[in-house]
């Protein structure tokens, strides 16, 4: 069982960074691939960013790609998401998400646990 919490979401301008975090309970937690995935009203869930189970992979989603950072501390059981040049399309509620099988990390469906999500607004 992991249970995970999101923070660092907020109201931030156009062009400017936030960095979510991602506090995991467990023992296991460096055994997990982590994922972040957005979700907009009325959209569907969508993949953001995740990374291997020792930090040597990353996986982005075109729209992120250069502006967002995923890393992880297996020593702290987090994972974080550096956000910068924020756009207003960037807006949506933000989940991380933990994958024991790693076969798919793009894939909602792959996650086996989710966290509560922490807004992230962008807007002048």
């Known amino acids: 069982q992991v249970q995970l919490v999101e923070s660092g979401g907020g109201l931030v301008h156009p062009g400017g960074s936030l960095r979510l975090s991602c506090a995991a309970s467990?023992?296991?937690?460096?055994?997990?691939?982590m994922g972040w995935f957005r979700q907009a009203p009325g959209k569907e869930r969508e993949f953001v960013a995740a990374i291997s189970w020792n930090g040597r992979s990353t996986f982005y989603a075109d729209s992120v790609k250069g502006r967002f950072t995923i890393s992880r501390d297996n020593a702290k059981n987090t994972v974080y998401l550096q956000m910068n040049s924020l756009k207003p399309e960037d807006t949506a509620v933000y989940y991380c998400?933990?994958?024991?099988?790693?076969?798919?990390?793009?894939?909602?469906?792959?996650?086996?646990?989710w966290g509560q999500g922490t807004q992230v607004t962008v807007s002048s």
């Open positions: 467990g023992r296991t937690f460096s055994s997990y691939a």
């Open positions: 998400g933990a994958d024991r099988a790693a076969a798919g990390v793009r894939a909602v469906s792959e996650y086996d646990y």
